[in-house]
């Protein structure tokens, strides 16, 4: 069955440094994508990237680089330049083929809390 | 920006009773989605929605319904609210049939006493 893993329940950085939220997942299809969310405090699940499974290039937005390595089944988010605003909760998606549907859903990991000081 | 409102932040039922949670999205997508999300599971999909007066489960149905009569709202039932209901529930909306981003609601929180 499909499944995304976040191993990390919680991770500490310091403001400024570089910090690697890691994610694993498994599935049977052979198209897919993989998705990143951030939740802060406040509740709402911000979208941050995607990566599609047969993109060739890892995906980037701003200060977050997805790290997609196939073969490993991985698709860790890096986060560049922390910043205090980046403590959340981050969840790790990935769609997932609905038999007989012709539609996908999302399958979300755990999620891993971030936390930034200064 | 995509709009999806969830009509309560907070909730508190009693054992029982029949809950509604409403959900509006204003950008006219026909995807929907109800989750639920607890510590240490992440979100659970309960049902989705392709069209209107259309359903499908998802992984977690049992002690839910929804509702869908208008394209922009998606209403999840609890049919006869339990304690092991309480949960924060999140409601999402995407335009494409394929998994393109989710446009998340800000949640409502349910405590079922």
């Known amino acids: 069955a499909q499944k995304i893993t976040q191993t990390q329940p919680g991770m500490f950085v310091q403001e400024k440094e570089a910090v690697t939220l890691d994610c694993t997942y498994d599935?049977?299809?052979?198209?897919?994508?993989l998705f990143w969310y951030k939740q802060p405090s406040s509740g709402e699940m911000i979208f941050l990237i995607y990566q599609g499974s047969y993109d060739q290039q890892n995906a980037t937005e701003g200060r977050y680089s997805l790290n997609f390595q196939k073969a490993r089944k991985s698709a860790n988010l890096v986060i560049s330049a922390s910043q205090l605003g980046d403590s959340a909760m981050y969840f790790c998606a990935m769609s997932q083929q609905i038999m007989n549907t012709g539609f996908q859903k999302l399958v979300f990991g755990t999620g891993t809390r971030l936390l930034v000081s200064p | 920006d995509v709009k999806v409102t969830q009509s309560s932040r907070y909730l508190v039922k009693r054992t029982g009773e029949k809950v509604f949670l409403e959900c509006v999205q204003d950008m006219d997508h026909e995807n929907m989605f109800w989750y639920r999300q607890d510590p240490g599971l992440g979100l659970r999909l309960i049902y989705f929605?392709?069209?209107?007066?259309?359903?499908e489960k998802g992984d977690i149905p049992e002690g839910y319904s929804v509702s869908r009569e208008k394209k922009e709202r998606f209403s999840l039932i609890l049919e006869s609210a339990s304690t092991n209901q309480t949960s924060m529930y999140l409601c999402a909306s995407t335009l494409d049939r394929l998994a393109s981003p989710l446009h998340f609601g800000n949640g409502t929180r349910l405590t079922v006493t």
């Open positions: 929605s392709y069209d209107v007066k259309m359903k």
């Open positions: 599935t049977s299809d052979p198209s897919y994508g």
